[in-house]
């Protein structure tokens, strides 16, 4: 029997590329809507558009939303709560000292026209008070998530309240996999909340980011391709790059990086868009993530040795996005010719090229300007100063331990690392190493986590080959997934 939530993904698959095919016609255009109590229609349009940007996380234009909201209608509830959510929602920032100012004036106002509100709505601005009380971080999320599970109880038929009521659940839990690797109560509540608004709304696109960040943390992204492909379908207004963007996140974990370059083009593009016309609080807000986004476009084209269509589409970036690209490509001489006055990622990138050249002044220099360099960071620079320095030993054993970090605190994604994978470098040192056996468990774990990455598929095969073994598999698949002019070869690798 189809499940409610099944048969609600389905309904939106049929407009999403790679579906079955249907009538040809424009994507449809990405919506938000809650209605809520003002007799103003333009503020109703005013609070749509906030809830929209919030689910797009742009709530720097969330904000602009709902405070024009409030000019139209000062008694109108809900435009304070939007004001008070656009510093909460967000998850990976969901709080800032200049947000909680912001917030806790907002629930001020709201309650001061509460006469002006529907129930639900007191409901929803006593719930964000707990936010914005007194205590820590810590307790004030605690709090919040306490009170949405309890409006999402008493309100199963609201299904933008429900996928609020998740994303203040999923904030306030640091962990939402047990010890052994299950979800949590927590996990499983958020879950439950954003199925339940799917059943309600099939398209209601918070619920379909959060189920992708929920399932991809708790490793059931095969989950979430429904997700990712309703994210896919929809044409998005200027200022929501993010929700295309999400979609990569599942792509990257089920190998199709195809779709994940187009919907991070995508969302490139709509930031560049969006950019163009001006420097305002939505503009500013987005701008920390549009790095991210590009991120994912330059790690697909160069997963499958498109690297010339990356290097194009770096060169209208900044120099922290081609430096990074140059350290993915092995281009040391690249990186040396571009910013060498940069702290952080551009300052490891610089690290890594002198230590692969031997230049261990300049390695040392470098890696000074990165700022607490991380163990992840130390133990890259270690291993890209023993390939340089021809010490295969001291190579394997740097990159032992920074794959040690990516089984337990660190994930190894590659939207963290994919510049220098950390799993594919430590297969090739073993290669170099002259470690087939043990070259052949990382690539095969490898390509469990990342399927179809054909750097992955060809170290394994061969892996294989310097056994003995038969590498006609992982060679066939490498073969249907490179698309680079020429093969890959070991100093490709990591």
């Known amino acids: 029997m189809t499940s409610p939530l099944a048969l609600a993904a389905a309904l939106l698959l049929t407009a999403a590329p790679g579906a079955p095919a249907g009538p040809a016609g424009p994507a449809p255009e990405a919506q938000a809507h809650w209605t809520i109590q003002t007799s103003d229609p333009q503020v109703q349009a005013l609070f749509d558009r906030g809830l929209m940007m919030l689910y797009a996380f742009d709530v ?65 601005i006593e719930a964000m008070r707990q936010r914005y009380g007194k205590g820590t971080t810590s307790a004030k999320f605690g709090r919040y998530a306490d009170a949405m599970t309890a409006f999402a109880k008493a309100h199963q038929d609201e299904p933008n309240g429900l996928v609020i009521a998740g994303f203040a659940v999923y904030t306030a839990n640091d962990s939402l996999l047990d010890a052994q690797n299950e979800m949590t109560p927590k996990a499983r509540e958020v879950l439950a909340d954003v199925d339940r608004a799917l059943v309600l709304e099939p398209s209601n696109l918070g619920a379909h980011h959060l189920r992708v960040h929920l399932l991809e943390e708790v490793r059931r992204w095969d989950d979430a391709v429904p997700d990712a492909a309703a994210l896919e379908a929809f044409q998005y207004p200027l200022g929501e790059s993010h929700l295309p963007h999400m979609a990569g996140h599942i792509w990257a974990r089920t190998g199709e990086y195809d779709r994940l370059v187009n919907d991070n083009v995508r969302a490139v593009d709509n930031d560049r868009a969006w950019f163009a016309l001006g420097n305002g609080p939505g503009q ?36 922290f996005s081609q430096v990074r690209l140059a350290l993915r490509l092995h281009d040391d001489a690249r990186i040396e010719q571009l910013d060498t006055s940069g702290i952080g990622a551009i300052a490891f990138a610089h690290a890594v090229a002198a230590a692969r050249l031997g230049q261990l002044d300049v390695m040392r220099a470098e890696s000074a300007k990165t700022g607490a360099l991380d163990g992840q960071r130390a133990n890259l620079i270690e291993a890209a100063r023993a390939l340089g320095a021809h010490d295969p030993a001291a190579r394997v054993a740097a990159y032992a331990r920074a794959y040690a970090a990516t089984k337990t605190d ?85």
């Open 284 to 319: 500013k807000y987005m701008q920390y993530y549009h790095d991210h986004d590009v991120d994912f476009v330059l790690y697909g084209l160069t997963t499958e040795g498109r690297n010339d269509e990356a290097r194009t589409f770096a060169a209208r970036e900044d120099t």
């Open 60 to 124: 720097g234009e969330a904000q602009v939303a709902f405070g024009a909201a409030v000019q139209r209608d000062p008694d109108c509830a809900m435009a304070y709560w939007g004001l008070a959510e656009a510093d909460a929602i967000d998850i990976n920032r969901p709080s800032t000292p200049e947000g909680e100012r912001r917030g806790e004036d907002a629930v001020a106002k709201a309650r001061a026209h509460l006469a002006h509100a529907a129930p639900a709505e007191r409901d929803l």
């Open 410 to 494: 660190l994930p190894g994604d590659p939207k963290n690392y994919w510049s220098m994978p950390i799993g594919e470098g430590y297969g090739a040192a073993l290669l170099a190493s002259d470690k087939p056996a043990l070259a052949e468990t990382v690539f095969a774990a490898e390509l469990k986590r990342f399927p179809n990455d054909p750097h992955l598929e060809w170290g394994l095969a061969r892996a294989l080959a310097a056994q003995g073994k038969d590498d006609a598999v992982p060679r066939a698949a490498y073969r249907a997934h490179w698309k680079g002019p020429r093969d890959l070869t070991l100093d490709d690798l990591g």
